[in-house]
């Protein structure tokens, strides 16, 4: 039989960061393209003992149907924390529990995008919601992203000159793939020009409890009060990735609609997930949690910027210094050929991201490529960075 | 802010169960309106061994970022299990882990199904599949569905004149809301036309291992020479719903595609639920589990048509007897109004979903309700039941 794809699905491609996890499975090779939290950050005494007592106590509770809105206590948990703590959610807005930060970019775009609508992004932007917003034809439109943020005037002009902008999407803090945090400048600049030209911003910050120094930059939903921001948080880098586990703040309207897709699309969240997240937010110290996982990765954040500066400054890579999150921008001069150069990397047995992967046209120019230091150990951090930094020698 | 929604979601609504679940809430309602699993067929005690062991042997597993396709050891288990019990599975097809089967739906309708373009289903047939189909804009054509089928004629004629006809939707074992198994006569028919239209199949399969007498009849995936069947399974009647676990066995190249859409829709499925479900079909006494469920489940279902037989059958109200599933179809007499009847219920504190709710237009004609036997407690059922002879006595 010919099988008949639909037009949204014919040109969707694996993310080419799949493809480069094939090679990374070969354990002889030296991984630093994956975007995994350190192993040692998962609270996983503390996940067995609650987990325990679950199946224990209310075990009929934990494997039984649940509603699509998700677990009523964790969604208070969450909502008193957001507020207590950023100052987001208002009495417009209402929150949804959903599989993973994942699942909101898809209800929101489903929500709020016809096909062929526009979703302005900044370039580059991470994968897996360029995905989702190409996976129901979304036009995407990438503006040009500098150290504090997009650049403004490209900004201005897309929203200007596209047609149908449904939403600008925005990693403020420790953008995947560039680290880059949007100043708070910029956010009241992003946020007026959202507002005069009556579009969302859909605000996705899975990285922002990981910031290693510095002060927290006001989220965009903070000072919402035209409700035109949709904030969607993650437990995967606080908590754990394999639960699946995400949530949006965001106006009613949008949220109640995306509810029904929800009920479509999964009826509701891995319940026994959204049950441990709630006792580990409520009868734990979650702030501990948090600060222990700052050193943790301010040690390895700090460890691999070291080595930057050892192997790969001297040999004409550059990058911009992080203050969270868990990636790493790192720049060829000029001309150089970054593709080859990852390519290369791949034959020594060295994986990192060519950075055109991140952007809305894989095909254009692009001298980036994006390392993560989660997820490897400081001596494979070390192995691989030494051979980065030959290579650059060699070919640079 | 006006909020612009997209053309998919503006006529979506929550489903008229969910609305019915409201009342259901109240302790003081007997409700006959859900689909939950008898809490008593959870195997609680394995669940909490092997949670225990996986936790303490193999946390960080349980807790990383996985594959988007499923945890290997599970597609195995799942994989030799329907080959070597239903004949199911061939080269040429693909194994899918998904997050409950209705996600298995949401995937298959955006890989094939364009805006505008036609979905057959039975009339009745499951409202969560139905609106996952809406959803994407899917024009839905209900067949009418007699004591063994789809009418062939009807479909016959759906095949000839519908417009790009996607995929026919079938619910072949103790289909909810009927209760109907489609049989082999039929099936062999239905796949006929649909080779014959070049039209796939989407075999949705949840009650198909709570049969509680007579003979397994083929499935439409064990004869499915062609390539043109999608089975969609699910470990919600069997498992545990909450954990959110299904599956798909489809042609390759359809299930490429799924894989894609779910990289963006939840990345993957919670791995601590695939690593259960996993242990409990390889270490566990699978066979004897499904056993003891269709042996609650006959009790259950036995006790319910006793009741059906004592109260609501002298009082006008008939029903199609069940060798399986959770659902029992009971219908009026011609020409009563069923949704004042199951209002008047409601008043009297009992719930049932009104037939309507379940056709491919709600606003169309329908003389029958569905009652769940599962979830109620005996006392609960022969408390509603009695009610709804009372008032059918009275008012029809």
New interface residues.
């Given amino acids: ?9 014919k040109t ?4 080419a960061i ?1 493809e480069i996890f094939k090679y990374a499975a070969d354990p002889s090779v030296v991984s630093l393209s ?4 350190a ?1 040692e950050a ?1 609270p ?1 005494k503390q ?2 003992e609650i ?2 007592k679950i ?2 106590e209310n ?8 509603v ?1 809105e998700g677990y009523p206590p964790l969604k208070k948990a969450i909502w008193e924390y957001m507020k207590k703590t950023y100052n987001i959610g208002t009495e417009n807005d209402e929150l949804l529990i959903t ?2 930060a ?2 909101a ?2 209800l929101i775009t ?6 062929g ?1 526009t979703v302005i992004c900044e370039a580059p932007s991470f994968i ?1 919601s360029l ?2 917003f ?2 129901y034809n979304a036009r995407l439109c990438g503006i040009p992203l500098e150290n504090d943020g997009m650049n403004i005037e490209c900004l201005e002009n897309a929203l200007k000159n596209e047609k149908n902008v ?1 939403f600008i999407y925005i990693i403020a803090n420790f953008q995947n793939p560039s680290g880059v945090t949007t100043s708070l400048q910029k956010r009241k600049k992003i946020y007026e020009l959202a ?1 005069k030209h ?1 579009v ?1 911003i859909l605000e996705d910050n899975p990285y922002g409890e990981l910031r290693i120094r510095g002060n927290d930059v006001p989220a965009f939903k903070s000072f919402d009060t ?3 921001v949709a904030y969607v948080g993650s437990f ?1 880098k606080v908590l ?5 586990l995400g949530f949006t703040i965001a ?1 009613k ?2 949220v109640q ?1 995306m ?3 929800k ?11 959204q049950m441990v997240a709630e006792k580990f937010m409520t009868e734990y110290d979650f702030g501990a949690h948090l600060k222990h996982l700052r050193d943790i990765y301010r040690k390895k954040a700090d460890f691999c910027m070291g080595l930057l500066d050892k192997y790969l400054v001297p040999n004409k890579i550059s990058y911009q210094p992080i203050d969270g999150g868990l990636f790493i921008w790192c720049r060829l001069p000029d001309g150089a050929d970054m593709v080859n150069f990852c390519r290369q990397a791949v034959q020594r047995k060295v994986c990192v991201v060519p950075g055109n992967a991140f952007l809305t046209d894989e095909s254009e120019q692009c001298s980036c490529f994006r390392i993560n230091f989660s997820t490897p150990t400081d001596e494979q951090l070390e192995k691989g960075i030494k051979i980065l930094g030959e290579l650059a020698k060699e070919v640079l």
């Fill in positions: 039989m010919e099988y008949i794809l639909s037009e949204r699905v969707l491609k694996p993310s799949r994956a975007g995994n939290p192993p998962f996983v996940i067995a987990s325990n199946l224990t075990p009929t509770a934990a494997l039984q149907y649940s699509t599989s993973g994942q699942q970019m898809d489903k929500s709020t995008v016809n096909e609508d897996g995905n989702s190409r996976s449904r507002k009556n969302m035209d409700g035109i995967s754990s990735p394999g639960m699946r106006p309207d949008i609609k509810i029904v897709c009920q479509g699309e999964d009826v509701h969240t891995n319940i026994w997930a």
